[in-house]
DNA sequence: TAGATTGTTAATCGATTAACAATC
DNA sequence: TAGATTGTTAATCGATTAACAATC
């Protein structure tokens, strides 16, 4: 249980927790870790291996209970409870970020969105209306904020991490293509990067 | 040359590029492998490994040169040239990839959206209007198309698939949450799953 | 019981890194 | 020349997989 989880086995989970929904809408009962293997792409001894860093989830013979698994990977990954999350930047990115029904389906939800732009203050997306950057501290101070996505220019995201450090934020979604400088935990997002290594593939027929 | 690249290399292309972009434009002439490793946060000796798979593009003692090495990497990766590409999906997801102006500066030029949903078709995102994908085919006998994103719901991805391997397209980025059957290079993104790797992270508080 | 599938070990495979001769 | 940094090898580290005893 105290051991190290492998990096892998992080992105892995989420590929496992979506699988297991799906099998539970489809009724499914029980569940081997060869036919969640089958629809991952993956080999089966390496979900069995995944799951271990966890506990005993299954059983010998018969496979795993699909709605048990499907809980225990929800309160493993932590997405047993709704997060608030906060999105810095109302330009393209974020606006969408915000209208996207598969975050709060997934309980992820957002609150507020920022923008340093005055002329974009108080238009609504949604429900929510963009607020002013400045008056972030003030939002904080009423609301219990986990989570914040950096959608903002590149020159201006080291300087709006400073300031989430400082009001307590737990975590950051980055689309700001740099390397933010922090100790929070922080997971990347770059679509571009993503279309290039589809073209890197297409060039070279390597799949 | 003919030597098979690791898949964490191929993620890293677009990285390196991006990264000598920027010492471009900062007007930096020679960087050495220390420098663009401390700026993406690994080692050096990686950098330099990952390069070899694809020659020998340094001076010993002195480094490289920033726009050799950053015309070097745009021809590995193949964004030497502008890619056409064809949304099909025109929801939160696929209306937002149209309108954003980071994928047409990295040359990946959007030329069509589509949509299934007739009260949808006709209706602008920026310059372009959605069409009906009945309208597909004949799109494709006028256009050159190269990468498809799927961003269609997900009982409605396979069938997409097929229709587009049929007409010749060359690669596929997926949107929808589930692993397509299809031997075209496919990329997958799904920002849910960001979200998920990162409530992991904060529970266990491993970075 | 016989058949199936787990959880785990050990072997294999692949990626990262340190180290250094080559050389600018 | 002396100092710096490459390209590459070999060692290390980490992840995947096959195999199988345990057991339902």
């Given at each position: 249980m105290e051991k190290k989880i492998p990096k892998p086995v992080v992105k892995r989970l989420g590929l496992y927790y979506r699988c297991l929904n799906r099998l539970y809408e489809e009724g499914i009962e029980f569940v081997?870790?060869?036919?969640?293997a089958e629809?991952?792409?993956?080999?089966?001894?390496?979900?069995?291996?995944?799951?271990?860093?966890?506990?005993?989830?299954?059983?010998r013979g018969v496979g795993y209970n699909t709605y048990e698994l499907m809980n225990s990977l929800e309160k493993i990954i932590g997405v047993n409870k709704i997060w608030n999350v906060v999105v810095i930047g109302a330009g393209n990115i974020g606006s969408a970020l915000v209208s996207y029904e598969g975050l709060k389906k997934e309980k992820f939800n957002i609150i507020g969105i920022f923008d340093a732009d005055r002329s974009k203050v108080g238009k609504k997306i949604g429900k929510l209306q963009i607020k002013h950057i400045s008056e972030i501290e003030e939002f904080f101070k009423k609301n219990i904020v986990e989570i914040a996505v950096i959608a903002v220019p590149e020159n201006a995201a080291q300087l709006v991490v400073e300031k989430l450090e400082e009001l307590g934020v737990k975590g950051l979604i980055n689309f700001a293509p740099i390397k933010l400088r922090t100790k929070l935990p922080v997971e990347d997002v770059d679509i571009t990067l993503s279309f290039k290594a589809l073209s890197f593939k297409i060039e070279r027929s390597l799949k």
């Open positions: 081997a870790s060869k036919d969640i629809r991952l792409g993956i080999k089966s001894s390496q979900v069995r291996k995944d799951l271990s860093y966890f506990g005993e989830f299954g059983k």
